[in-house]
T-cell receptor, first 116, second 112 residues
């Protein structure tokens, strides 16, 4: 079945360590996104990518980095520069933004990162 | 950045009751999306709206794209226990080809 997978589901790291969250999709979607979710708040966009080897900063990109070497994969690295990294991280994808007017995004199951 | 005002923040209802929630903004949108999120999971798309005035149903769910293009509502009829979760609205601005603006969510709780 087509879908978006994120791994791991739960991740614990010590303060000061970088950590990479995985996101893979087999929907043949061109665009992929990373969001951060904190309790009682809506989703905030970290980074997005419309095509391979290209990505753009979202509203809260500081302390994060991404890569898009393959269409199917969009890993997110939470660096030690991120001041408050503990959160629920969601990856999403959508059909090519250049051809489709309406941006229906489909989400993975999320990764809960806890920094100790 | 842009914001959507989603209300109510939470709802405590009895099973069988109807539910109504809405999102408003000062900006004009060309798309409204409604998602449901269950604990520890990613949001799932429920309904997508593309035209001002459009009324769309998905089972017991009904959503409308406001005539002014600045608001949308979601109704759930005859609620059941599996409706519990957080419902999010998201809008796509007319001058943006990528970004969804998200509401803060409405948490639906059904009293036993």
């Amino acid at each position: 079945d087509g879908g978006i997978t994120q791994s791991p589901k739960y991740l614990f790291r010590k303060e000061g360590q970088n950590v990479t969250l995985s996101c893979e999709q087999n929907l043949n979607h061109d665009a992929m996104y990373w969001y951060r979710q904190d309790p009682g708040q809506g989703l905030r966009l970290i980074y997005y990518s419309q095509i391979v080897n290209d990505f753009q900063k979202g509203d809260i990109a500081e302390g994060y980095s991404v890569s898009r070497e393959k269409k199917e994969s969009f890993p997110l690295t939470v660096t030690s520069a991120q001041k408050n990294p503990t959160a629920f991280y969601l990856c999403a994808s959508s059909i090519d933004l250049w051809e489709k007017q309406y941006n229906e995004q489909f989400f993975g199951p999320g990764t809960r990162l806890t920094v100790l | 950045g842009q914001q959507l005002n989603q209300s109510p923040q939470s709802m405590f209802i009895q099973e069988g009751e109807d539910v109504s929630m809405n999102c408003t903004s000062s900006s004009i949108f060309n798309t409204w999306l409604w998602y449901k999120q269950e604990p520890g999971e990613g949001p799932v798309l429920l309904i997508a709206l593309y035209k001002a005035g459009e009324l769309t149903s998905n089972g017991r769910l009904t959503a409308q794209f406001g005539i002014t293009r600045k608001d949308s509502f979601l109704n759930i009829s005859a609620s059941i226990p599996s409706d519990v979760g957080i419902y999010f609205c998201a809008g796509q601005l007319t001058d943006s080809n990528y970004q969804l603006i998200w509401g803060a969510g409405t948490k639906l709780i059904i009293k036993p």
